[in-house]
């Protein structure tokens, strides 16, 4: 019985690790894109005074 529920714990910390880093993939990404974003508006700003 104890090793069971062991092994379950164990799967449920995989699945969290994985969604934890799935999510800080999605914010890094979604935050270089913002910043790519950024630059953009900034360079087009300087060129179209």
Known sequence: M???????S???ATV???ARSHAQI???ISF???VSEI???GHSRHISP
């Not at 104890?2 to 379950?8: K, L, P, Q």
């Open 2 to 8: 104890g090793s069971r529920t062991s092994t379950v």
């Open 10 to 12: 164990r799967k449920n």
């Open 16 to 18: 969290i690790n994985f």
């Open 26 to 28: 999605r914010v890094s």
């Open 32 to 34: 270089s894109y913002t």
């Open 39 to 41: 630059q953009n508006t």
